[in-house]
């Protein structure tokens, strides 16, 4: 198994930063792209940005331009800076791993962390 905790998440205003951590630790080996999801207030799930074990990434439209997804893989841990933030940015963010042992077929979560962005 493995586990993904988050951090970093809290209160912020319209216009300011906050910068999300997630580590993962267990079987690493079962892991190879992460992701970024949130969940706004009576939403669905969707995803925000990726980041493969090479550095490669992609972005949700709404986020290009503010948001960036890093890695460091010493540390087992992908981070999202979040930028220029906006009140509709507001959420629970969700960090995402593939398992590939399984053909990606199930995935690893991690408990979420909360995102407030006053107006």
């Known amino acids: 198994q493995v586990q993904l905790v988050e951090s970093g998440g809290g209160l912020v205003q319209a216009g300011g930063s906050l910068r999300l951590s997630c580590t993962a630790s267990?079987?690493?080996?079962?892991?190879?792209?992460m992701g970024w999801y949130r969940q706004p207030p009576g939403q669905q799930r969707e995803l925000v940005a990726a980041?493969?074990?090479?550095?490669?990434?992609n972005y949700a439209d709404s986020v290009k331009g503010r948001f960036i997804t890093s890695r460091d893989n010493a540390k087992n841990t992908v981070y999202l800076q979040m930028n220029s933030l906006k009140p509709e940015d507001t959420a629970v963010y969700y960090c995402?791993?593939?398992?590939?042992?399984?053909?990606?077929?199930?995935?690893?979560w991690g408990q979420g962390t909360q995102v407030t962005v006053s107006s």
């Open positions: 980041i493969t074990r090479t550095g490669s990434t």
């Open positions: 267990g079987s690493i080996f079962r892991i190879s792209t």
């Open positions: 995402n791993a593939p398992d590939y042992a399984t053909g990606g077929r199930n995935e690893f």
